[in-house]
């Protein structure tokens, strides 16, 4: 399968870096990976976005104010490339070596998973929601983030970034 992150990502010494930032994250183990996809993709992503309106689930409560969308095969090609990236061998093998948690696996049932996006106002707060999938009889242990927001350019180099308060 075709690598979507950034290839940077892949060298040992870059992992083991982002491994330490991992294991050593406080409150929780976590970690922000900027520039995580390859160049392309991101751009190919961001430029193919759905338009807030044209997510049809919407979401408001005390934990989030958005609104987010599971049939990737409505928009762009990429959302289903990344996706089925996001499913493979070689990202659940990154993953692992990256957080230590073996035997790592999803579904294609959309359970937690899709675009999401907010206005104005908009946010997620820290919760708990879709952590089993009682059909697989699987327990999510990593959620995967990747934000598309774009924070300008630094040395005529467009940086991919998000921001985020643990």
Not at 153 to 163: C, I, L, P, Q
Request: aromatic share 10%; glycine share 4%.
């Amino acid at each position: 399968m075709k690598n979507l992150l950034n290839p940077s990502l892949l060298d040992e010494s870059k992992m083991k870096e982002i491994r330490a930032a991992f294991e050593n994250a406080q409150p929780c183990k976590h970690v922000a990976v900027p520039n995580f996809l390859n160049e392309e993709l991101a751009n190919t992503l961001y430029n193919n976005f759905p338009k807030l309106e044209a997510l049809n689930v919407k979401r408001k409560s005390i934990n989030e104010n958005k609104s987010e969308e599971y049939h990737l095969e409505r928009y762009h090609p990429a959302f289903n490339e990344l996706r089925d990236f996001m499913n493979s061998p070689e990202m659940y093998a990154w993953i692992s070596k990256v957080t230590g948690i073996e035997d790592l696996r999803s579904t294609y049932d959309s359970l937690g998973s899709g675009v999401h996006q907010g206005g104005p106002g908009s946010f997620v707060d820290v919760h708990v929601d879709i952590n089993m999938n009682p059909v697989a009889n699987l327990h999510r242990r990593i959620n995967v983030l990747i934000y598309l927001n774009k924070i300008g350019k630094m040395n005529t180099v467009e940086h991919w970034n998000f921001g985020i308060k643990m």
